[in-house]
């Protein structure tokens, strides 16, 4: 069996690591590079940070945490939102990421995905696929943070981008996430089974089962969780959050977030490889 | 000891560098075949295709002062296309000449014959690393254990001609494959130890060590 990976999902805004429901609704966590740092130690196989804000403001800090972040994890470092044109990539490749995540500019501009991975090559270039079911049973493609509706349905989408040249698929369910009702193995499965690049599976995991169960079922390449991680270790570093902006109400009420099992890394990987899923431990 | 890491204007070499960094390597990195030169070992990685590194390669003059450092006697660590670039030629997207330090090719996975998406191309991911035909004592895998996790992103491995090179292999669906080498001055690695967590820093470390006892 192939190697699975467990990679850390870091939603940034400003400053700060946040974390939301269905993409909005977003609290506060904390330094974003703390967190990558700690996930980093206890085994996490990557990191993604994903820039949640990005289209509406200015990126400096986003650039000032990959460089500080990239200095002190030594595994491979994802950076997405706001990638809009081969500078943009560049700017973030050289501030310390070693792949970029693309979701809305590659679907207003499909030739991108090419230009993009022919000069930094495939395996550099991940596709974000932010997807909600409709009526008729089938996925499609949302843009913006699960804001805009493409129309453009999720299967084909993810046929064209491995075409075009895309390395590896970021698989978002909007319907799943931050909900803890596990992931969407319907949507990853059907993706997985149709595409001969990696899948990674993101949304809505919240206990151990669900992860098997995209491994297994959803035939996932690896799995992205939040969540699950996030809110094991937030209250032990809160303490540092003083001066953040933003909401952090939820920080303050010292609340553990309760449809979530908090689990580290160390001992989400034992579990797997009890149940025979091939991870490095 | 000062250690070049060769930049060819294809890749992030920002890792490699943070690397080197947190080993105690004093690197810089440079594209000037004067600078490489200067050097007393060198680091030669890559990201992106075979054709597009060994054009940029070319036209910076870097293919022969590649070629003279490495007949000086110093020390070449190539990483990821840094290794494939080392031979002779590449099958991607039609036949390419690479530097031809090693004797062989470099080839694509093929899984065609397997469903659809049981082994995916590229390879991410961590993979066991097995030894080969030689000892890693006296390499920079002096400190890694058989069987170590090391990171790989890539769709193309080297088919060396001379399997005493092998340092060691790993498998990859039916495909057992070179993930390094090691001929006199040359190492490479297929996959990225600068990117392998703690254990891929024991062989930056490997590295330092080897270099201050020969420097």
């Known amino acids: ?281 | 000891m000062r250690v070049s890491i060769i930049d060819y204007k294809t890749s992030n070499l920002h890792s490699v560098k943070a690397a080197c960094e947190q080993v105690g390597i004093t690197s810089r990195i440079t594209s000037k075949p004067n600078e490489l030169l200067s050097s007393d070992a060198a680091i030669l990685p890559g990201v992106g295709s075979f054709s597009g590194a060994m054009q940029n390669i070319r036209k910076l003059g870097l293919e022969e002062a590649i070629l003279n450092f490495v007949s000086s006697g110093k020390s070449l660590f190539g990483i990821c296309l840094g290794l494939q670039l080392l031979f002779e030629k590449s099958e991607e997207f039609g036949t390419h000449e690479g530097l031809s330090l090693l004797r062989g090719k470099v080839k694509k996975f093929d899984f065609s014959n397997e469903n659809k998406h049981k082994y995916p191309v590229p390879q991410i991911g961590w993979n066991k690393i097995i030894s080969k035909n030689q000892n890693w004592q006296d390499t920079y895998l002096d400190n890694c254990d058989e069987g170590t996790h090391m990171y790989f992103i890539h769709s193309f491995y080297v088919e060396p001609e001379d399997e005493a090179v092998i340092l060691s292999t790993s498998v990859y669906g039916n495909q057992r494959y070179c993930s390094s080498i090691k001929k006199e001055n040359i190492f490479a690695t297929q996959f990225h130890p600068e990117k392998s967590g703690h254990k891929g820093l024991e062989i930056y470390r490997s590295f330092k060590n080897y270099l201050s006892i020969n420097v």
Not at chain 1, 114 to 124: D, I, K, L, R
Not at chain 1, 163 to 188: C, H, N, P, Q, Y
């Open chain 1, 1 to 281: 069996m192939k190697n699975i990976r467990v990679i850390p999902r870091l939603d940034i805004k400003g400053p700060n690591l946040v974390k939301g429901v269905h993409l909005e609704g977003l609290r506060v966590l904390g330094d974003p590079s703390r967190f990558a740092k700690f996930y980093y130690e206890n085994g996490a196989d990557e990191i993604i940070y994903q820039d949640t804000v990005a289209s509406l403001y200015d990126r400096n800090s986003l650039t000032e945490i990959i460089n500080k972040t990239a200095k002190e994890i030594f595994i491979p470092l994802t950076v997405g939102g706001g990638i809009r044109d081969m500078s943009d990539i560049h700017n973030v490749l050289r501030a310390g990421a070693d792949k970029v995540s693309i979701n809305t500019a590659a679907v207003r501009n499909p030739d991108f995905v090419n230009q993009a991975s022919q000069f930094y090559g495939s395996s550099t270039i991940v596709i974000a696929m932010e997807c909600l079911r409709k009526n008729d049973g089938d996925y499609y493609i949302f843009t913006d943070n699960g804001r805009e509706e493409t129309g453009t349905e999720a299967l084909n989408w993810a046929l064209e981008v491995e075409s075009r040249g895309a390395g590896e698929i970021f698989l978002t369910s909007i319907d799943k996430e931050g909900t803890g009702k596990g992931f969407d193995v319907e949507l990853i499965s059907k993706i997985s089974n149709n595409v001969s690049i990696p899948v990674v599976a993101h949304g809505g995991a919240s206990k151990y089962d669900h992860i098997k169960d995209v491994v297994f079922s959803g035939k996932a390449d690896a799995v992205s969780i939040a969540s699950m991680l996030h809110y094991g270790i937030a209250s032990s570093i809160k303490s540092e959050q003083e001066n953040s902006e933003g909401n952090i109400e939820f920080l303050k009420s010292n609340s553990n977030y309760k449809n979530f099992e908090a689990i580290e890394i160390t001992s989400l990987k034992k579990m797997m490889a009890q149940d025979g899923i091939n991870v490095r431990h």
